[in-house]
């Protein structure tokens, strides 16, 4: 079983830099894919960034590129979204994701979420 904690919300100030880390705990495979999504008020939840196990690869949305930057730490089993220039549009619930793929299945994991509010 795998389990995720997310950290690191709250209010923040427009322009503001703060960073979200995850903590993974359980079995961790190296080959987890690793993510962030965020799902604003009345709205549905998008991807924000991911990143593979060597870290080599990242993708982020439109919306965030050059201003957050995905990370991880394979030997703390720990995922970080560093956030900079943050806008009020950025208001929303974080949620880091694991996913695992075996065997061509795939096998999601969700944090509880943590909320980001940027006030203007």
């Known amino acids: 079983q795998v389990q995720l904690v997310e950290s690191g919300g709250g209010l923040v100030q427009a322009g503001g830099s703060p960073r979200l880390p995850c903590a993974a705990s359980?079995?961790?495979?190296?080959?987890?894919?690793m993510a962030w999504y965020r799902q604003a008020p009345g709205k549905q939840g998008d991807l924000v960034a991911s990143?593979?196990?060597?870290?080599?690869?990242?993708n982020y949305a439109d919306s965030v590129k050059g201003r957050f930057t995905i990370s991880r730490n394979n030997a703390k089993n720990t995922v970080y979204l560093q956030m900079n220039s943050l806008k009020p549009e950025d208001t929303a619930v974080y949620y880091c994701?694991?996913?695992?793929?075996?065997?061509?299945?795939?096998?999601?994991?969700w944090g509880q979420g943590t909320q980001v509010t940027v006030s203007s």
């Open positions: 994701n694991l996913l695992r793929t075996i065997c061509a299945t795939h096998r999601a994991y």
């Open positions: 990143i593979t196990s060597s870290g080599g690869v990242t």
């Open positions: 359980g079995r961790i495979f190296s080959s987890d894919l």
